[in-house]
T-cell receptor, first 114, second 114 residues
């Protein structure tokens, strides 16, 4: 079975500060991992995805994530937060032995203070 | 190219009433999905359709039915709504049902059952 845990349902940072959103996964087979962002009253939009080609993945809006197999982690980072980054972020995992179904974490709401 | 569209955007039902949520995609994707989003629980899969003519249960199918009307459209029906079905419902589509193909999400339907 696969699962995703996002540590911290709410994260608050100051504008210009580092953003770090944590995601740990559980999977018995090599996973594919995704980060999605949801702005208020909108659907989910893909930020980036890990497909095993490279462990450091760059996404849109200056975000990146690093796949660390030894830590079963796929944390999302951005060097300098912007007010427009305020949103909810979801980590998700997909594996072949789960029928290629996406399993989502509970989400982390990012707040950016001026 | 509208992507994934959902109707209605908002709906209020009384307990026991029925309704159908509509979803359509214009990206010629084979796979389509219905999720519900509840606070702190991320998105949970209700039903999916790997290809036209097939549907399968997801994690939380009880109280719902689906129809894959054609390649473009995938509807979700609540036969007898219950307050526990108050949620935000998202439809998604994906080019194929395997591998790392991205899922694209619609804007959601906010459903309240009184």
């Amino acid at each position: 079975a696969q699962s995703v845990t996002q540590l911290g349902s709410h994260v608050s940072v100051s504008e210009g500060a580092l953003v770090l959103l944590r995601c740990n996964y559980s999977s018995s087979v090599p996973p594919y991992l995704f980060w999605y962002v949801q702005y208020p009253n909108q659907g989910l939009q893909l930020l980036l995805k890990y497909t095993s080609a490279a462990t450091l993945v760059k996404g849109i809006n200056g975000f990146e994530a690093e796949f660390k197999k030894s830590e079963t982690s796929f944390h999302l980072t951005k060097p300098s937060a912007h007010m427009s980054d305020a949103a909810e972020y979801f980590c998700a995992v997909i594996t072949s032995n789960a029928g290629n179904m996406l399993t989502f974490g509970g989400g982390t709401r990012l707040m950016v203070k001026p | 190219n509208a992507g994934v569209t959902q109707t209605p955007k908002f709906q209020v039902l009384k307990t026991g009433q029925s309704m159908t949520l509509q979803c359509a995609q214009d990206m010629n994707h084979n796979s389509m999905y219905w999720y519900r989003q509840d606070p702190g629980m991320g998105l949970r899969l209700i039903y999916y359709s790997a290809s036209e003519g097939t549907t399968d249960k997801g994690e939380v199918p009880n109280g719902y039915n689906v129809s894959r009307l054609n390649k473009r459209e995938f509807s979700l029906r609540l036969e007898s709504a219950a307050p526990s079905q108050t949620s935000v419902y998202f439809c998604a589509s994906r080019r194929r049902g395997v591998g790392t193909d991205t899922q694209y999400f619609g804007p959601g339907t906010r459903l309240t059952v009184l």
